[in-house]
């Protein structure tokens, strides 16, 4: 049995296409996707979604008090509250480098969280 037919935009390129995602008994049809990325991408937003996190940190002694951080790569949908509650309890030192890792390994997940500038 096929299920209803899910809308997705397509957002791995500036093009946007309008997919529809069915599921049948394990398989997964993607139409109107302008490519493989597309078919990919539908995959994993119905099996797997996950998405970049971006938030900030306090820093210690430093010129700005939030140092902005970002994941080391898409990070699983449904644990980001979880994520966002575990960088509230960071608090670094100055100095801190570019792509230093903030956490690491954050929830078991393989991904960490690292700095996206200095702050001196
Ligand atoms: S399906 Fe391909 S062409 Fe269409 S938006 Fe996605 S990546 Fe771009």
Redesign the pocket.
């Known amino acids: 049995m096929t299920s209803e037919p899910i809308p997705i935009i397509?957002v791995?390129?500036p093009?946007?296409?309008r997919?529809e995602v069915l599921r049948s008994e394990g398989d997964i049809l993607v139409n109107h996707?302008?490519?493989k990325?597309?078919q990919e991408?539908a995959r994993g937003e119905v099996t797997d979604p996950r998405r970049m996190v971006a938030s900030t940190v306090k820093v210690l002694n430093a010129i700005h008090p939030l140092l902005p951080v970002y994941t080391s790569a898409p990070f699983p949908k449904g644990r980001i509250r979880e994520l966002l509650a575990e960088i509230r309890k960071v608090e670094l030192k100055a100095p801190v480098k570019i792509n230093q890792v903030v956490i690491e390994n954050a929830l078991g997940t393989g991904i960490d969280v690292v700095a996206s500038r200095d702050l001196e």
């Open positions: 397509c791995a390129c093009k946007g296409c997919l996707a302008g490519c990325r597309g991408y």
